[in-house]
T-cell receptor, first 114, second 109 residues
């Protein structure tokens, strides 16, 4: 069965631009979570979507937003990019999220802001 | 706020030695704890999930224990191989995954 698919794998953007990242969860999984990984801060939770609704949100500015479609695919958007947004962005899918279900991660999107 | 600590930060062992990786967390109100492996520049691969009601979980050469009351988990990897070289991350799940900084393991041939 196919795993979690993230596209694109690599992106280079200029400060001030915006970017959209995509995540297709494992078939049948309804929860999608996004994480940012940097060398300094490690892995930090951005937000979680379940059945097209944002269920939980981490401590990131409003420039970071997301959405989930009816087929459970999710997109993450970052507006007005800053150099500090350079990171590996990972998405995870799980059956329902939270309740004792295993999270599976994609390969990530490496975003570089110049 | 949940704080997750992993000790040691790095570990280098000769092939065949057993590995012991430690994880501690500050808030015991968790749904489960999950161990992951990450290769450089790649995503996370799930190794083991221990539900909050469990004490232990095993998969092949891997065994993980969980002591919720003391806020600790340990991952044991038996008979290490060079292919086990990677960063190992533990994550506790309350309503989101909170990660430790990881233990980078090098297994020397």
């Amino acid at each position: 069965k196919a795993g979690v698919t993230q596209t694109p794998r690599y992106l280079i953007k200029t400060r001030g631009q915006q970017v959209t990242l995509s995540c297709s969860p494992i078939s049948g999984h309804r929860s999608v979570s996004w994480y940012q990984q940097t060398p300094g801060q490690g892995l930090q939770f951005l937000f979680e979507y379940f059945s097209e609704t944002q269920r939980n949100k981490g401590n990131f500015p409003g420039r970071f937003s997301g959405r989930q479609f009816s087929n459970s695919r999710s997109e993450m958007n970052v507006s007005t990019l800053e150099l500090g947004d350079s990171a590996l962005y990972l998405c995870a899918s799980s059956l329902v999220g939270n309740v004792n279900t295993e999270a599976f991660f994609g390969q990530g999107t490496r975003l570089t802001v110049v | 706020k949940q704080e997750v600590t992993q000790i040691p930060a790095a570990l280098s062992v000769p092939e065949g030695e057993n590995l012991v990786l430690n994880c501690s967390f500050t808030d015991s109100a968790i749904y489960n704890l999950q161990w992951f492996r990450q290769d450089p520049g790649k995503g996370l691969t799930s190794l083991l999930l221990i539900q909050s009601s469990q004490r232990e979980q095993t998969s092949g050469r891997l065994n993980a224990s969980l002591d919720k009351s003391s806020g600790r988990s340990t991952l044991y990897i038996a008979a290490s191989q060079p292919g086990d070289s990677a960063t190992y991350l533990c994550a506790v799940d309350d309503y989101k995954l909170s990660f430790g900084a990881g233990t980078t393991v090098t297994v020397r041939a």
